[in-house]
T-cell receptor, first 115, second 116 residues
Framework: AQKITQTQPGMFVQEKEAVTLDCTYDTSDPSYGLFWYKQPSSGEMIFLIYQGSYDQQNATEGRYSLNFQKARKSANLVISASQLGDSAMYFCAMREGWTGNQFYFGTGTSLTVIP | GAVVSQHPSWVICKSGTSVKIECRSLDFQATTMFWYRQFPKQSLMLMATSNEGSKATYEQGVEKDKFLINHASLTLSTLTVTSAHPEDSSFYIC????????????FGPGTRLLVL
């Protein structure tokens, strides 16, 4: 089974609107971390936001927030007030166990912000 | 913040030659580094885990003799693609966990390899 599933290959959003990128995960490990990365056309992986499995509150980082629903095993990324520079590939990732372990990546969602 | 560098950023080589890619952690030590490969419009696929002072751990289906990994110091891991072929053309990215008890990993900027 896939560890990380991103069901939206491509998304479009109007500039200044909010957009939600979906991510579901599968693990039996009670300790895990969930991450979102942005990959622009240059290829670099830019860390956006992190959610730990024991965190009680949803993570927020500026315009990024993570809608963490543990029972549903989902970790959707919400980008508010979209900007043209947000156009990129977005990857959801999971680390099982504690720090230092490998990441499992989803297939990514290509986001295009329309002016 | 922590930075991971990769060198070279671009490499074009002839089929049959070997290519070495370096991954350095610039302001922190990394006993473990990860090497990923990413084909166009696809996700990152873990190739191997590089362990300082010991042998790398390869994922299933990755040829150990073709993708040689050396982690000689706490700040440097190298990936050597031996006898490269056109099908090895890809984007190679390394990552390193941040300091102990920090959750995130830091990714290098990637190396684009084109084998002619």
């Amino acid at each position: 089974a896939q560890k990380i599933t991103q069901t939206q290959p491509g998304m479009f959003v109007q500039e200044k609107e909010a957009v939600t990128l979906d991510c579901t995960y599968d693990t039996s490990d009670p300790s895990y971390g969930l991450f979102w990365y942005k990959q622009p056309s240059s290829g670099e992986m830019i860390f956006l936001i992190y959610q730990g499995s024991y965190d009680q509150q949803n993570a927020t980082e500026g315009r990024y927030s993570l809608n963490f629903q543990k029972a549903r095993k989902s970790a959707n990324l919400v980008i508010s007030a979209s900007q043209l520079g947000d156009s990129a590939m977005y990857f959801c990732a999971m680390r099982e166990g504690w720090t230092g372990n490998q990441f499992y990546f989803g297939t990514g969602t290509s986001l295009t912000v329309i002016p | 913040g922590a930075v991971v560098s990769q060198h070279p950023s671009w490499v074009i080589c002839k089929s049959g030659t070997s290519v070495k890619i370096e991954c350095r952690s610039l302001d922190f030590q990394a006993t473990t580094m990860f090497w990923y490969r990413q084909f166009p419009k696809q996700s990152l696929m873990l190739m191997a885990t590089s362990n300082e002072g010991s042998k790398a751990t390869y994922e299933q289906g990755v040829e150990k003799d073709k993708f040689l990994i050396n982690h000689a110091s706490l700040t440097l891991s190298t990936l050597t693609v031996t006898s490269a072929h056109p099908e090895d053309s890809s984007f190679y990215i390394c990552s390193a966990p941040a300091l102990p008890y920090q959750e995130t990993q830091y990714f290098g900027p990637g190396t684009r390899l084109l084998v002619l």
